[in-house]
């Protein structure tokens, strides 16, 4: 994949976060790894999800080195974790954070986000997902505690702040990101009106 390729990828899953209303303002991220050239593209800091353009999206080595960033902007702030998790992780392709609010709602309150209120839940999250405890942004700390948990999971909420995805492709991340909001409403919704019921965690 060229390098343009990769960060129309990038802008396209992008674009579609407000739309999912996973993000406000120019909040979350979205990377996506070229497998052939360990080459890594994430949207940058601060440019408005409504105006970005593929050549906004900054390309970098997996060291962290810039490959190709416009003049003026800088790669996402969360862009140790993200090059964390691919340094760990060489099968995964792409990584989404976002602020979702339901994600976060239930993070504030439960130790874990209940995957089970529905099949596809468990099928693009297969089990729960971990929420671990409050970490300052953009820090080689929060790398270090969330890469870890995506050992054996594709989703991890921080508290207080919002989710990671991982997927072998972007697309999946994002599939996986609303289908982490989408159960946590679920949830939210159920448990005002009494105990929700959830299927198992290997249903299909
Ligand atoms: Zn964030």
Same mark, same amino acid.
């Given at each position: 994949?060229?390098?343009?390729?990769?960060?129309?990828?990038?802008?396209?899953i992008?674009?579609?976060? $407000?739309?999912?209303?996973?993000?406000?303002?120019?909040?979350?991220?979205?990377?996506?790894?070229?497998?052939? #050239?360990?080459?890594?593209?994430?949207?940058?800091?601060?440019? $408005?999800?409504?105006?970005?353009? $593929?050549?906004?999206?900054?390309?970098?080595? &997996?060291?962290?080195?810039?490959?190709?960033?416009?003049?003026?902007?800088k790669?996402?702030?969360?862009?140790?974790?993200?090059?964390?998790? %691919?340094?760990?992780y060489?099968? /995964?392709?792409? /990584?989404?954070? =976002?602020?979702?609010? %339901?994600?976060? #709602? /239930?993070?504030?309150?439960?130790?874990?986000?209940?995957?089970?209120? #529905?099949?596809?839940?468990?099928? &693009?999250?297969?089990?729960?997902?971990p929420?671990?405890?409050?970490?300052?942004?953009?820090?080689?700390?929060?790398?270090?505690?969330?890469?870890?948990?995506?050992?054996?999971?594709?989703?991890?909420? /921080?508290?207080?702040?919002?989710?990671?995805?991982?997927?072998? #492709?972007?697309?999946?991340?994002?599939?996986?990101?609303?289908?982490?909001?989408?159960?946590?409403e679920?949830?939210?919704?159920?448990?005002?009106?009494?105990?929700?019921? &959830?299927?198992?965690?290997?249903? =299909?």
């Amino acid at each position: 994949m060229d390098i343009q390729e990769l960060r129309q990828q990038v802008l396209d899953i992008c674009k579609k976060l $407000p739309l999912f209303g996973l993000v406000t303002g120019t909040a979350g991220n979205v990377s996506a790894r070229d497998q052939d #050239t360990g080459l890594v593209a994430i949207k940058p800091s601060g440019v $408005p999800y409504e105006s970005m353009v $593929p050549e906004d999206i900054v390309v970098l080595r &997996l060291d962290g080195s810039i490959v190709e960033c416009r003049g003026g902007l800088k790669s996402s702030f969360e862009t140790p974790t993200h090059l964390e998790i %691919y340094r760990r992780y060489e099968q /995964i392709g792409g /990584i989404i954070h =976002t602020h979702a609010k %339901y994600v976060n #709602t /239930i993070g504030c309150v439960f130790d874990e986000i209940p995957c089970g209120t #529905t099949p596809t839940g468990v099928r &693009l999250l297969k089990q729960n997902v971990p929420v671990i405890d409050f970490i300052n942004n953009g820090t080689q700390e929060m790398a270090d505690r969330v890469a870890p948990v995506l050992a054996d999971h594709v989703a991890v909420e /921080i508290r207080n702040h919002g989710p990671f995805t991982i997927g072998e #492709t972007v697309q999946l991340a994002l599939e996986r990101a609303v289908a982490l909001e989408d159960t946590s409403e679920i949830f939210f919704q159920a448990s005002l009106l009494g105990t929700p019921s &959830l299927i198992g965690e290997t249903a =299909t």
